[in-house]
């Protein structure tokens, strides 16, 4: 990526995508999405772009793209890091819990997709990186749904990599990281359950910091060389 160039985050709010929107802040220009505006403040404070939006919202993204643009000129990184997760099982899911999870993870990415792939709004070494997850590889039962809307995702990585070189489109899978959204799910996620982890994970489990660590890289022209990939960050859990 040229110096100084012009990287958009979705789902900025939290986690992975607040914390690598304070990373490239250092040296982007750097736009955020997210439909908590309230928690994008700290980042605009320190120069970041806001654009508050629901991008569940599949018709509004065009535009919302080209503002964007419009702000703060043509993208040299697109980074999608919005999602959800339902822990149910499949007898339990319903058609909106479906609807959603398919809408975030995967709908909203395919159509930021088509928008990057336009040359009026992609530089022309510019990477679209998308979060998906191991589940994507490995499915259990409880996140069936969820698995298969990241199965999809990087599906789109590797499909998007053949339409737009000389761009890029890369993407990681993280393997169980402490976030938000999986501190919602506490119940599950309990401290036997941490010490299962750490014990699978030669290398230690995944956090935020080595994801956002591994997205820099493949957003760095030392990866030039890489498009179409999937990398699992994960401490070695799924080998």
């Given at each position: 990526?040229?110096?100084?160039?012009?990287?958009?985050?979705?789902?900025?709010?939290?986690?992975?995508?607040?914390?690598?929107?304070?990373?490239?802040?250092?040296?982007?220009?750097?736009?955020?999405?997210?439909?908590?505006s309230?928690?994008?403040?700290?980042?605009?404070?320190?120069?970041?772009?806001?654009?508050?939006?629901?991008?569940?919202?599949?018709?509004?993204?065009?535009?919302?793209?080209?503002?964007?643009?419009?702000?703060?000129?043509?993208?040299?990184?697109?980074?999608?890091?919005?999602?959800m997760?339902?822990l149910?099982?499949?007898?339990?899911?319903?058609?909106?819990?479906?609807?959603?999870?398919?809408?975030?993870n995967?709908?909203?990415?395919?159509?930021?997709?088509?928008?990057?792939?336009?040359?009026?709004?992609?530089?022309?070494?510019?990477?679209?990186?998308?979060?998906?997850?191991?589940?994507?590889?490995?499915?259990?039962?409880?996140?069936v749904?969820?698995?298969a809307?990241?199965?999809?995702?990087?599906?789109?990585?590797?499909?998007?990599?053949?339409?737009?070189?000389?761009?890029?489109?890369?993407?990681?899978?993280?393997?169980?990281?402490?976030?938000?959204?999986?501190q919602?799910?506490?119940?599950l996620?309990?401290?036997?359950?941490?010490?299962?982890?750490?014990?699978?994970?030669?290398?230690?489990?995944?956090?935020?910091?080595?994801v956002?660590?591994?997205?820099?890289?493949?957003?760095?022209?030392?990866?030039?060389?890489?498009?179409?990939?999937?990398?699992?960050?994960?401490?070695?859990a799924?080998?």
């Amino acid at each position: 990526m040229a110096e100084r160039g012009h990287a958009l985050i979705v789902g900025a709010s939290s986690g992975i995508g607040f914390r690598l929107a304070e990373r490239l802040l250092e040296d982007h220009a750097v736009s955020v999405i997210a439909r908590r505006s309230e928690r994008l403040q700290p980042l605009c404070e320190r120069g970041a772009t806001a654009f508050p939006a629901d991008v569940t919202v599949l018709d509004s993204i065009p535009k919302l793209v080209a503002d964007v643009v419009a702000a703060n000129g043509p993208l040299t990184a697109l980074i999608y890091c919005a999602g959800m997760q339902r822990l149910k099982p499949m007898r339990t899911m319903s058609v909106k819990d479906v609807e959603q999870l398919y809408t975030l993870n995967l709908m909203a990415p395919t159509v930021f997709g088509a928008q990057f792939a336009s040359r009026r709004v992609s530089a022309e070494a510019a990477v679209f990186c998308a979060v998906s997850s191991i589940a994507a590889e490995r499915p259990e039962a409880g996140i069936v749904t969820y698995a298969a809307s990241k199965a999809g995702l990087s599906t789109l990585v590797s499909g998007l990599a053949r339409e737009i070189g000389p761009r890029r489109a890369v993407g990681v899978a993280p393997g169980w990281i402490d976030t938000e959204m999986t501190q919602s799910f506490s119940h599950l996620y309990d401290d036997a359950f941490r010490e299962r982890l750490a014990k699978n994970s030669p290398a230690g489990p995944a956090t935020v910091e080595s994801v956002v660590d591994t997205i820099l890289f493949l957003l760095s022209p030392a990866a030039r060389s890489i498009t179409g990939q999937i990398v699992r960050v994960d401490g070695g859990a799924a080998i």
